[in-house]
């Protein structure tokens, strides 16, 4: 069994930071756990606006709490996230995310990441990317 807290991962180098400054992502589950996937809680900033285009991973994103939107930009289509909202980007969809306010995502990926991923100049996760160490 896995056991481990959200509070505990932030305290480690499960917790990462995006080099723009976007959003932080405490990745309680990762590829070493053997899981198949991984999950993440997300923190975007208020006033973010990125592209995206995961071409490697397929992603879900529950959003716990904040508004924004996710926009498809195959067909340019909005769709506003709120508390409750669930998209799945099960097309490797590019997409850009905006947050209104702050916004908490749980976020589960297939494949599982090992850690250290932020995006690649094509708003894409590497599959290479190194573990982290588990310092939990």
């Known amino acids: 069994m896995i056991v481990r807290t959200l509070q505990t991962a932030e305290q480690t180098a499960r917790r990462i930071e995006s080099p723009d400054g976007n959003w932080n ?26 592209q ?28 506003l996230i709120s508390a409750g909202t669930l998209y799945v980007l099960d097309q490797h969809d590019k997409h850009i995310l905006r947050a209104f306010t ?8 297939n494949p599982p990441l090992t850690g250290q991923e932020v995006h690649n100049a094509e708003g894409a996760y590497e599959l290479t990317a190194e573990p982290i160490v588990d310092e939990s």
């Open 102 to 109: 702050e916004m908490t995502m749980a976020c589960v990926f």
């Open 52 to 79: 995206m285009h995961y071409q490697n991973h397929l992603e879900s994103v529950y959003c716990i709490s904040g508004e924004g939107e996710v926009e498809t930009l195959d067909d340019n289509k909005r769709h």
């Open 25 to 50: 992502s405490v990745r309680l589950l990762l590829k070493e756990d053997g899981m198949g996937f991984s999950f993440h809680i997300t923190t975007i900033y208020a006033g973010a606006d990125f």
